[in-house]
């Protein structure tokens, strides 16, 4: 049995081939220099205007977030008050701190310090002997700020406390704990920085955010302070 | 950027027949020549590295089949715009042709994509199944009912299975 289709197909072969004017390589060629030009030109422009607002007056380069550290899990509503988030600090022992510690001494920039402190221990503190190696006379502001609002919705969290320490070196140690209260109606966030401002008395209401995993809010309201944060925890409503 | 000296060769040689294949799948010459110059012109960004494969048209091809297949739209509103500039001297399909594709145009894309490439690639069932990433069994399936359909809807002509 002969299959009819494909003498169909043979057909439709020689006419489509009779139609066919290829564009032709030199087409190709133009078409995608063309492409790579416009390319070009879009990543001048978009480096031109990135260079015009980095230079503008009242603009600030774009910052990266400040790291934070790898603050855990906030307790859970209705958890027990044993279940507290306890706050990890970004620093490391000191035994860890090579590459950065060889930078020059900075003791004014609370990101250089923050990343720089020792925490040998859940909510303790320490300036290494590396760090006043590099800076004898260092002084650093540790401090924390406590934030209550009631409810879920709340939009502010009003500052409830605040200490601070400064770490010497005849004093290079301190605890600052972060350990929450029980459980209740109120959000609660601590928050524990270096740096030598105050805290503001209210920040947003960031605990919904942080309970969802998303921390970036927090250094965008804490940066305007000059802060560094270096442990967090937070606790959403239990009611 | 200059191009290697093989590629206006390997141009030349190969984008006739696929535009005939991309042709009968889109059902519209223009607009396959459209896709296959595309296909191209994604070669020739990367030639240095596709004219060291074995089988560059290999690669050509699943570009071109890719695009048909996502039917970029935006070359319709191109082909519209070009359709008053084709050579007034190019002689039209057959009526024969016109039915076939019109009839392809019907088939479901899974079915048109097959019968395609086994009539006007000569792919094989299993040709075909590495191609679309289908089962031979699928492949087979398309065929057979592709070849059903065409045949209905030209009226009756006789067809034969793989």
New interface residues.
Partial sequence: ??????T??D???A???????????????R???R??GTRAVLVLAAAAAAIVWALAPGTSPPRSPEPIGPTSSPSAPGASPTAHSSSTPPAASASAKTGPSAAACDPSNASFVGQRLANPSPDVYQVTAQMLAICPDLTVRVARATYIGKGASITTLTRTGSTSVTLTATNPSATLSTVLPAPSCESVLIVVYVGASDPPSSVANVVPNLSAGDQHDLPQYLQLLGANIIATSWQAPAC | MSARPDFAEFYAATFARLTVQIHAFVGDHAEAQDLVQEAYCRAFARWSTLSRYDEPLAWVNRVAWNLAVSRWRRLTLLRRRMHDLSPPDVAGPSAASVDLARALGQLPPNQRRAIVLHYLQDMSVADIAAFTGAAEGTVKAWLHRGRTALASLLGGVEVTDV
Wanted: hydrophobic residues 35%.
């Fill in positions: 049995m002969s299959d009819e289709l494909r169909l197909f057909r439709f072969e006419d489509s081939l009779a139609q066919t004017q290829p564009p032709g390589a030199r087409a190709v060629q078409t995608v220099r492409r790579y």
